[in-house]
């Protein structure tokens, strides 16, 4: 019974031992796994800092990337008092926000691919000495050298839009101005396509005038008077088919880019709020197409027709 006793308390003992034995060996490691984990924690704060220092420092978002395909964006922004003051006028069509929209889903990459081979045929007679062209295919407007001529006037160009480049040109048009209804909250038949319409084609040449100056800050309303939805429709993906290009918002705080991207759809209101420019071009060809609405009927114009061969 005595030898027994004796043995539990030497196993006791012996357990105990053990126990302080892993206890310093516990502290040791925690000794040792401090400085580590103290040291990576740093690493990785020390990392978020100089990122947050840079992107506030160069104070740009990407609000689109290329690579992604969104369904839809969205930002909600304060409108501007002279957006306000002009829209309100006009019943059913001043917008329940003002704002920006992107999305990848609305157009097809068939119909993109149609618009960009329409453009492509039309821009293939023009083009300007710098680095942007326009083809408009309401008023015919076409950038050669320094000028623009007539595409529904002159002799080699005579019929060269058929019948479906006018088709998908509209499909593409009430596409887009049920989505401008549909999330701007207002109705599809208070909205009227307007004037100018254009492709535009744009690569790296030196600027010759003031019409291949893309780059500029500008407000579209200011710029394009009749414009209350501006929309424009990317026929090619940034950083593939071209380098710089992107679409950039002005904001107070930080700009915002859109990354171009075949089949993108980008909407937004025209006033003041939504200030922007586009980076020059410093490789390949940019294609996009701007389609505009406005909400006053005089500014209405046809959809564009085999009719302006006629005219
Ligand atoms: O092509 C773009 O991304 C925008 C062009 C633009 O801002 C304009 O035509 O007013
Ligand atoms: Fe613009």
Known sequence: MGDIKKRNKINIKSENVKKVDEKSAA?????????LRVLSRS?????????????????VQTFAKQ???LPGKGQIIECSSEYIKDIDKYEGCAPKYCKRFVTDKVISVRETEE???????GLKYGGSFGGASILDLHSGALSKGQHFVNVYKMDEMKNIFTQDDFNIFKVVKDKIKY???????????????THPTFFSEITSKTAFTVHDEYWH???????????????LLYLGDYNIDFRGGRFVFIDEKFNSTIEPRKGRLSMFTSGGEN???VEKVTSGVRYAITISFTCDKKFAINDPSPDNYYN
């Open 27 to 35: 502290k040791v490691s925690v000794n040792k796994g401090l400085p």
């Open 217 to 231: 800050p500008h407000v579209d309303k200011e710029t394009y008077k009749s414009f209350h939805y501006t929309t």
């Open 275 to 277: 200030f922007h420019y």
């Open 179 to 193: 989505t401008i209804a549909h999330h701007f909250g207002v109705q599809p038949d208070k909205l009227y396509l």
């Open 115 to 121: 618009l960009l081979k329409l453009a492509q045929k």
């Open 67 to 69: 690579a992604e395909l």
């Open 43 to 59: 690493v990785v704060i020390v990392s978020l800092l100089i990122v947050v220092y840079y992107s506030s420092k160069n104070n």
